[in-house]
């Protein structure tokens, strides 16, 4: 049984969009360049590789990890080596590994369809991307595997899924060099494919069709992205993460995407409201429309009942992420909006305390500082230090929106 990892040979095409035909060749574009990138790789001959992405049944692939523990096993026990590598140490800046340690956690949550919960905290989207960062070449390729086949035994991780990840680290960790060319990678698989190869090799060919989505989005090509992002809905179908890592994409559109990418995913929502309150790197739809001052769709997912006062991973509500990150004009309708479906316009959170004005100030949005202000916020707020939003206005040289605030509030004597 031959096939490669990552082409999946069958590409479910059901879509609500255009004419089968255009999807179909766009699909097979992307499918070709997934398989032309990863076979590029591959040398020799007669060697097998995975087995084709089958969606027959599913398969408790974390379970068999030993679930949420067992996967944190194998990260501490993967990291305490690579802390100890002189080569791979460098690329991990900090103290302690523990950053490094949580991501690969929340990542094979992701991939091996763990917790919801878990998969949810996954900052990253593309695997691909995470890693252009960084020189990865054959060298510390070689270094990565080597301290991944030690962690799988330290692990206990047991047979078959120990040799099925293995197989699965050895393409992936080929997959992410970036410089140099990447050794072979090829598989030799003396028996069958069981079960577990053939899960890996579907969610492997899931994670490749949206590492592609990614860079399309980023490169602007639309209708390679809506292509992709149909395949990947089909992909990952089986997957009770998939909504989640949806909104993960998602969010990358909705962060340097098209209008057109900004309709597919309202189309989306339509057909599946659920996505409105599902999370991807700890936050909802919400928040990212918010902080990229989206308002169209700002609207329409509070139409679709998505919560205003929802909490972000660090404790913050969609109005604290628009005043934080958005760079955008126009940005003073999506604080109305907010507010009008009852987010709490004073809420604070996180570590500071910091209300939304605070980091209005802080920034220096003065459009947000000023639609907050109308829209009720307290121009006294504090924040754990006893900080007032026009000294952290002043303090962050902010003088446009310290004027503003000093203005508020004698106003309001
Ligand atoms: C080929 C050798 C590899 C090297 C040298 C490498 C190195 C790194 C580095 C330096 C980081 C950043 C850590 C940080 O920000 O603190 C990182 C993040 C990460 N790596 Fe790797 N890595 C390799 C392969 C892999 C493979 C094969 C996988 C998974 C199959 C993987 C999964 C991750 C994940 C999940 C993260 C967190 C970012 C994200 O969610 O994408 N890495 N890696």
Redesign the pocket.
Known sequence: MAGTIGTGPQLHLESERGTMTVQKASADDADKDRRSRVEGRQTGEGERRFVPASRTGDFDLHGAIGGTAGCRRLSMAFYARVAKDPL?RP????KTMK??IE??V??LAQFLGGPVADAQR???VS?RE??LR?Q?GPG??AA?MKHMVGALEDAEIDEPARASLRE??EH??A???NVGSAPYFGVSMETEPDSIHREIAKRWDAQLTLDDAVAAVRSGDTERALTLADTLKSQASFSKNHRSVLVGLFGVMLGSGTDAMFRYIQDEITLDPEIAHERYGGRTLLHVASARSRLTLVEFLLRMGADPNARDTGDHAPLYSLANECKNAAAGGVVRALVEYGANVNANGGVKHCTALHMAARRGNVEVAQALLECGADVEARDSLGVTPLRRALNCRRPEVAALLVRWGVARE
Do not use: D
């Open positions: 791979l690329l991990f800046p900090g950053c490094a991501e690969f929340a990542f996954r900052l990253w695997l995470s890693h960084f990865i510390e390729r990565w699965f680290f992936s960790s997959y992410v060099v």
